[in-house]
């Protein structure tokens, strides 16, 4: 009957000893966002590398970035801007904007910019890009009126 009496004791000791987990009054938030739409995210500092030529959609012809040229893109969560660095060149050049993208399409929606991207703005301040993203890479791609490729600049992602 002892023996009977201390397992039973035993038992009863461990389960009032188990606590459950307290429960946290900080809700957390539920992530939806996949590993591949954070890595296929313009959102960055992005370096331009070199362009493309297209014929009958088909390169056939690359260049690749002068030493001395630089363009930066920067992309936050729905604002765009970029600059262009030319030494030899005391023209500026930059633009601010907004930018959205689906799929395969970009497009930015320019606000202001340098003394000549102003001028062009003026014109039009909306660019429409075919866009092909991956990783740490992208190509905003030019096209004509009908849809062909004509030229991509290239970008390779520094933040």
Not at 92 to 111: Q, V
Request: charged content about 25%; proline content about 3%.
């Amino acid at each position: 009957m002892k023996s009977k009496t201390l397992i039973l004791s035993i038992i009863l000791s461990l389960t009032f000893s188990c606590k459950d987990k307290p429960k946290s009054n900080v809700d957390t938030p539920e992530v939806n966002t996949t590993l591949e739409e954070l890595n296929n995210n313009l959102k960055g500092t992005w370096e331009l590398t070199g362009f493309y030529n297209y014929k009958d959609n088909v390169i056939v012809d690359s260049f690749k970035m002068n030493p001395e040229f630089r363009q930066l893109k920067m992309y936050t969560d729905t604002k765009v801007m970029w600059c262009k660095h030319r030494p030899a060149d005391s023209s500026e050049w930059f633009g601010y904007g907004t930018y959205n993208y689906n799929g395969n399409k970009l497009t930015e929606i320019l606000d202001f910019g340098s003394t000549v991207m102003d001028e062009v703005i003026a014109e039009n301040k909306e660019f429409t890009f075919e866009l092909s993203l991956s990783t740490n890479k992208f190509q905003q791609i030019e096209l004509d009126e009908d849809g062909n490729r004509i030229y991509s600049e290239n970008y390779v992602r520094v933040e």
